[in-house]
Structure formats: structure tokens, C-alpha cells
Nanobody
Framework: QVQLVESGGGLVEAGGSLRLSCAASGGTFKNYGVGWFREAPGEEREWVAVIGWNDGSTYYTDSVKGRFNISRDNAENTVYLQMNGLKAEETGVYYC????????????????WGQGTQVTVSS
């Protein structure tokens, strides 16, 4: 079974940047998209960005469009989330999921989770 490992979180000031990584071990991301989800304190986990595996199509929740960029490295079995212009309300634990599916305009997780990486944005 594929295991996911997120990394790259940390403490950053508002307006700053972080680059998150999601690495797959024991398997690959082949044939499935990968999504980044955020769980803010006291709130439900919600999708942030998704990348399709076959054609590399990308999808972003409205609040991060133009600031976040999801990308992948097939050879390294790694998906990245470049986050620029971070806001305090984007503080939370960021998780990747290896089988997100879309219903309407949102994405939902159907695959495995990693342990998450904490992102804290100070205002």
C-alpha cells in the first residue's frame, strides 16, 4: 500500500511563502490524481488543490487561485504545493491524498492520507 509523507510546513509571516511536498513510498501515484487538503483548527478538512496524474490538469479552490501552484515530479513520485502570499486564515495542517474525486465544483478524498504537515501563518 502506498504511504504518503508530507513535509515542508513551518511558521511563516503573512505574505510569505512555503513549499510543501508529498512523497509516495511503497508505490506510485500512477493513474490517480493527488490533492492537497487543509484542516484548520476546529474546522473540517477541505480541499485546496488537485493535480491530475495523466494530463497534469490542475484545480484550485477559489481562495488560493493565483497564489498557490500544485505540481508533480513523476520520476520522484512527489507532488508539491507552492504557496505564496500566505494568509493567517490558511493556518492549519496540510494533508495530501492520493485519490481525490470531484463532485460538482469540489473535490473529496478517497485515497490514503499522510501524517500531515503543520503550516502556521502569523499575522
Amino acid at each position: 500500500q502506498v504511504q504518503l509523507v508530507e513535509s515542508g510546513g513551518g511558521l511563516v509571516e503573512a505574505g510569505g511563502s512555503l513549499r510543501l511536498s508529498c512523497a509516495a513510498s511503497g508505490g506510485t501515484f500512477k493513474n490517480y490524481g493527488v490533492g492537497w487538503f487543509r484542516e484548520a483548527p476546529g474546522e473540517e478538512r477541505e480541499w485546496v488543490a488537485v493535480i491530475g496524474w495523466n494530463d497534469g490538469s490542475t484545480y484550485y479552490t477559489d481562495s488560493v487561485k493565483g497564489r498557490f501552484n500544485i505540481s508533480r515530479d513523476n520520476a520522484e513520485n512527489t507532488v508539491y504545493l507552492q504557496m505564496n502570499g500566505l494568509k493567517a486564515e490558511e493556518t492549519g495542517v496540510y494533508y495530501c491524498n492520493n485519490n481525490p474525486r470531484t463532485y460538482g465544483t469540489s473535490w473529496y478524498p478517497f485515497g490514503s492520507w499522510g501524517q500531515g504537515t503543520q503550516v502556521t501563518v502569523s499575522s
